[in-house]
T-cell receptor, first 114, second 112 residues
Framework: AQSVTQLDSQVPVFEEAPVELRCNYS??????LFWYVQYPNQGLQLLLKYLSGSTLVKSINGFEAEFNKSQTSFHLRKPSVHISDTAEYFC????????????FGTGTQLKVEL | KAGVTQTPRYLIKTRGQQVTLSCSPISGHRSVSWYQQTPGQGLQFLFEYFSETQRNKGNFPGRFSGRQFSNSRSEMNVSTLELGDSALYLCASIREDQETQYFGPGTRLLVL
């Protein structure tokens, strides 16, 4: 079975500052990794995913995440945040093959302040 | 392309009642997954359907059931509602060739 740990439940940061949201996973097999974002009263939106290949993956809105197999981590980073990035961020894993069940972390609330 | 549609968006029920939630996936997607989101338990996988067959099931009691129709629309049913079933129920439409799940806005269920 897979599990995901998001170490920070809340991360406050000032606008234009850098941010890192931490995600560690546990799995006995290779996994696919995902970051989702949830704005208030909305569903989840896929931010980025790692399936294979380059360990650094980027989204169109400036976020990036790096897969680190030795540390079993998939931390999310952004060099300069904006007020509109305020949301809850979820890290998720899925075992390749055998269906699409996602196992989510508990989420990190990112609050960007002026 | 239209996104994932979930109906109703909000629902209030009382204990002991049953409820049916509906999900219409993105056109062309044949897989649908359901998740329950609560403040206490977070996001938990309920079940997944592919071409009208249940492919995966999460660790929920038998009161939770689902089905998928030939047009890929899916429904989930919760019988004998309990207070703890109050949650946001999210449906995801899956594009398998891109390993991507597109989530709907959810149905917020309140059990009184």
């Amino acid at each position: 079975a897979q599990s995901v740990t998001q170490l920070d439940s809340q991360v406050p940061v000032f606008e234009e500052a850098p941010v890192e949201l931490r995600c560690n996973y546990s799995s006995s097999v290779s996994v696919y990794l995902f970051w989702y974002v949830q704005y208030p009263n909305q569903g989840l939106q896929l931010l980025l995913k790692y399936l294979s290949g380059s360990t650094l993956v980027k989204s169109i809105n400036g976020f990036e995440a790096e897969f680190n197999k030795s540390q079993t981590s998939f931390h999310l980073r952004k060099p300069s945040v904006h007020i509109s990035d305020t949301a809850e961020y979820f890290c998720a894993v899925r075992k390749p093959g055998g269906g699409n069940k996602l196992t989510f972390g508990t989420g990190t609330q990112l609050k960007v302040e002026l | 392309k239209a996104g994932v549609t979930q109906t109703p968006r909000y629902l209030i029920k009382t204990r002991g009642q049953q409820v049916t939630l509906s999900c219409s996936p993105i056109s062309g997607h044949r897989s649908v997954s359901w998740y329950q989101q609560t403040p206490g338990q977070g996001l938990q996988f309920l079940f997944e359907y592919f071409s009208e067959t249940q492919r995966n099931k999460g660790n929920f009691p038998g009161r939770f059931s689902g089905r998928q129709f030939s047009n890929s629309r899916s429904e989930m049913n919760v019988s004998t509602l309990e207070l703890g079933d109050s949650a946001l129920y999210l449906c995801a439409s899956i594009r398998e060739d891109q390993e991507t799940q597109y989530f709907g806005p959810g149905t917020r269920l309140l059990v009184l």
